[in-house]
C-alpha cells in the first residue's frame, strides 16, 4: 500500500509498483496535485523507490513524528517552524502502509524517547494505531512520554471543504501537539 507525498516519490514509487509481480495500492492525495515540488526527477532519470523504506525527511532529537502523504507536507511546515522556537522534531515520511517500515520508527524513537503519528484518517481502528501497537514491545522502556496520535475525530467526514477542513489535522495544529508532548 503505496502513499507518496511528494512528485518525485511518487515517480519512484510507482515505477517500483510496475515492475512488482504482486498487487499494489497507490494512494494519491487529492490534494497534491496542486501542490508545487521542488523534487521532481528528470523525465529520461530512473529513479525506483523500494517499498518499505521510509524517508526522514527532518533529523532531530527531541520528539519523532511519523505520517504519510498530505501529512508529511503539513507536518513538514510545522516542524520547520518549531526548529526556529528551538524544538528538534524528527520527521519520517512512511511512503509505504505496506510493507511498514518499523526499523526506521524504532531507532528514531530510540533516540528521541517521545513519538507522534499524524494521518488524515480516523483515530479508531486506523493506521495510527496499528504503528503504535507493532512498535510498542520494541521501545517501551525507550520512551519518555505515552505515544500520542492525531487523526481525523471519528465522525463522517463533510463533503463541504469549510466543514472537512477544520477535522483535519493541520501544521497549526501538529505543532500545538508536539509543543504540548516536548
Request: charged share 25%.
Amino acid at each position: 500500500m503505496v502513499v507518496p507525498s511528494t512528485a518525485g516519490e511518487c515517480k519512484g514509487l510507482l515505477k517500483t509498483a510496475i515492475r512488482d509481480n504482486d498487487p499494489v495500492m497507490f494512494f494519491e492525495h487529492k490534494m497534491l496535485y496542486t501542490t508545487k515540488f521542488n523534487d521532481v526527477p528528470e523525465v529520461e532519470e530512473d529513479v525506483c523507490i523500494p517499498f518499505g523504506r521510509a524517508r526522514i525527511v527532518a533529523e532531530g532529537a527531541d520528539i519523532t513524528v511519523v505520517t504519510n502523504s498530505m501529512m508529511t507536507i503539513k507536518a513538514e511546515k510545522a516542524v520547520r517552524q518549531l526548529q526556529k522556537e528551538g524544538i528538534s522534531a524528527e520527521l519520517i515520511d512512511l511512503r509505504t502502509i505496506v510493507p511498514l517500515d518499523t526499523e526506521t520508527i524504532i531507532r528514531s524513537v530510540k533516540k528521541t524517547g517521545k513519538l507522534l503519528i499524524v494521518d488524515e484518517g480516523h483515530l479508531s481502528f486506523g493506521i495510527t494505531g496499528e504503528i503504535a501497537s507493532r512498535i510498542m514491545p520494541d521501545v517501551f522502556y525507550d520512551l519518555d512520554a505515552p505515544i500520542q496520535r492525531m487523526g481525523t475525530a471519528d465522525v463522517p467526514l463533510p463533503f463541504s471543504p469549510a466543514l472537512e477542513f477544520p477535522l483535519i489535522p493541520d501544521e497549526k495544529k501538529i505543532a500545538a501537539k508536539i509543543r504540548e508532548m516536548v
